[in-house]
């Protein structure tokens, strides 16, 4: 053992760019893995993953390889490659010294390629550059070499080009592992210093760590600390992942590995946390910050009799995800459910997933997301009542009236887009309908550009990435990074049917855009409440002002009945839908409302 023969190194990438082809190709040629016939994308170990091709949960793998006559350990540490989980990639880059970055041949730099570039360029690592399917027929590595000079500053030269489908250059980037980047920089003579930089639980052996050693070494026996909360544990196991878990005597200094050290829960295990020896304390490692949710969603069972099934799922879910949080929540129409918080969209539709994975098989109810909108208070009373003077609102019902507060708050992206020049016009057009404002705008090449917009996050949470794919036929990419807070003109619309507000149907809009999306809501609503046998009046309003209206279609006027049984199968954006229809339909079944609409209708005539 020796920590000159050591690299740890992660692969990053744009979305389907081939970083887990790579990684499969790399067990392969190390001989951790045996050779496929078809791409079994190994580290990808989660069935979401594998359904929808991409990486949800890093995974690490240890690879032996042999340069110059001599045995290199290089740690292979995979990263989720979409947005909502940077936090899980910025994680895991922390363990390591150096990137490939992969690029695909044919669509070149996209959103996340800068993205995940920044997020290494930070870390200070050292960076690889992989033009990646050079077999395709429309394959341009020269392009993109030059892009990647433009973009990144990185000679042409530094570039690999690869198929990793087809395993061309694929030992060579091994060996620049080993040329280019360094062993990892350790604390000689401290005692343990571990990173935690990933934990997943198991049932048998408790909350499974995996640590990158900056310093000292550590064994089954030892007493260790964890220096966020001060817990103290007995390590019951380590050892190293190739990918398959594979105990050890000791992990040393440089190495990367796992532990099993009886904490029962992924909170205690927390991602970014230091280990160290009981009595033997150290600096712990900067960078520390719990995973901050950033689209919220209320959840609740169709049917309430299966509230403790879905309460069972949801906790051995989140056991093994912290970065979901999670409080009760009831409703009057939809009975006890929860709040969720994730991190940001496909976390939300990947949980999904995953908890119908979980055999669990009533449906499930998500109300439409929203955002943590703030609020800075100005009664005296209220701050008291909340002991600060800003709040944070991540349900709509709760939307404190603009008489107690100074100003309302809302979460801000910078959004990263690269497109074809061609849908230039239209994808300004969007981003001006959603509230943003241009911030950079560059040719990354002859027919490419790259813009950056500040964007409200409330205006990407629902459908703009699909239009931004569709009115670019698919050629855009987008990416966005956390933006802070700005104030904003927010105010709360009721939802009124027959004239009696929804508490579920609550929605904070921007004034400007306020009628706008009363009016969505109306017809949607209109739409997706079921055929009864009188009219239903859907109303928007913003204090006592009806700003949009819609009157529901009679029973008589189309025979098609819509069922609204929360199929959790179904696209998100309807999913929600068929939430706001089901709060409708178990209110209009309420005597208090029935009693509304005989009224409304004699109203009527
Ligand atoms: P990831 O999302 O970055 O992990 O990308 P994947 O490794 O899942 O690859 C995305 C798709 O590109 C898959 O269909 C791969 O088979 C394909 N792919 C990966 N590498 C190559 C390559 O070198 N050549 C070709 N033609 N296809 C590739
Ligand atoms: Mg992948």
């Known amino acids: 053992y020796d920590v000159e023969y050591i690299r740890n190194f992660s692969i990053i990438a744009h979305v389907d760019h081939g970083k887990s082809t790579l990684a499969d190709r790399l067990l392969e040629i190390t001989g951790c893995i045996p050779k496929a016939a078809s791409n079994k994308q190994v580290l990808d170990k989660l069935q979401v993953e594998r359904e929808r091709g991409i990486t949800v949960k890093a995974q690490t793998a240890s690879l032996f390889y042999t340069y110059e006559a001599k045995k290199y350990l290089l740690n292979l540490i995979d990263t989720p490659g979409h947005v909502d989980f940077s936090y899980e990639v910025s994680r895991s880059l922390s363990a390591c010294q150096g990137v490939l970055l992969v690029v695909d041949a044919n669509e070149g730099i996209q959103a996340q ?50 198929s990793a489908k087809l395993g061309t250059n694929v030992e060579t980037v091994l060996q620049e592992v080993v040329r280019r980047l360094p062993p990892p920089k350790i604390e000689k003579g401290s005692p343990l210093k571990a990173l935690l930089f990933d934990s997943t639980f198991d049932h048998y052996r408790g909350v499974v760590a995996s640590i990158a050693l900056c310093g000292g070494d ?64 150290v600096e712990p490692l900067p960078g520390f910050k719990p995973a901050k949710p950033m689209v919220f969603a209320g959840m609740f069972p169709v049917d309430q009799s299966e509230y403790s099934n879905l309460k069972s799922a949801l906790e051995k879910l989140t056991l093994n995800d912290s970065s979901v949080s999670v409080s009760r929540d009831s409703s009057a129409a939809l009975g006890a459910g929860w709040r969720l918080g994730f991190l940001g969209l496909l976390h939300m539709e990947v949980f999904n997933q995953r908890l119908e994975q979980e055999e669990y098989n009533a449906s499930v109810i998500m109300t439409s997301p929203t955002v943590p909108y703030k609020a800075v208070l100005s009664s005296p009373k209220l701050i008291k009542e909340y002991g600060e003077s800003e709040i944070t609102i991540v349900n709509p019902s709760a939307f404190p009236d603009k008489s107690v507060v100074k100003e309302y708050l809302e979460p801000m992206i910078l959004g990263t887009i690269i497109s074809p020049d061609d849908y230039l016009g239209k994808i300004m057009s969007l981003c001006q309908t959603r509230r943003a404002e241009q911030k950079s705008f560059l040719y990354i090449d002859e027919h490419r550009i790259m813009m950056k917009y500040l964007f409200p996050l409330n205006e990407i949470v629902v459908d703009f990435y699909d239009n931004l794919k ?16 700005l104030p904003a003109d927010l105010v709360k619309m009721d939802i009124l049917l027959n004239g009696r507000p929804v508490e579920e149907l609550v929605t904070i809009a921007h004034r400007e855009k306020a009628y706008e999306v009363g009016k969505a809501i109306c017809e949607r609503l209109r739409d997706a409440i079921p055929r009864q046998l009188f009219e239903i009046a859907v109303q928007a309003s913003i204090g006592s002002k009806i700003i949009a209206r819609e009157t529901t279609f009679h029973a008589s006027q189309n025979l098609m009945h819509r069922r609204c049984d929360g199929d959790n199968k179904e696209t998100f954006d309807s999913s929600h839908l068929t939430a706001a229809a089901t709060v409708v339909a178990k209110s209009i079944d309420t005597p208090a409302i029935l009693s509304d609409n005989t009224q409304f209708l004699s109203e009527n005539g």
């Open 113 to 162: 390629t800068v993205a995940n570039f920044f997020l290494a360029f930070e870390a200070q690592l050292s960076i690889i550059p992989i033009i990646n399917k050079i077999d395709l027929k429309n394959a341009d590595p020269e392009r993109v070499e030059k892009q990647i000079e433009k973009m990144f500053d990185i000679p042409a030269s530094d570039c690999i080009r690869i």
């Open 218 to 281: 550590v064994c089954k026996g030892n007493k260790i600390v964890s220096a966020h909360s001060g817990k103290c544990y007995e390590v019951n196991e380590v050892g190293i992942l190739t990918p398959e878990e594979v105990p050890a005597e000791k992990l040393y200094a440089g190495q990367v590995g796992y532990l099993i050290a009886g904490m029962k829960d992924v909170q205690e295990a927390q991602i970014g946390d230091t280990l160290h020896l009981l009595k033997q304390p």
């Open 470 to 485: 569709s009115l670019s036929s698919g050629y855009a990419s987008f990416d966005y990074e956390d933006a802070g807070y």
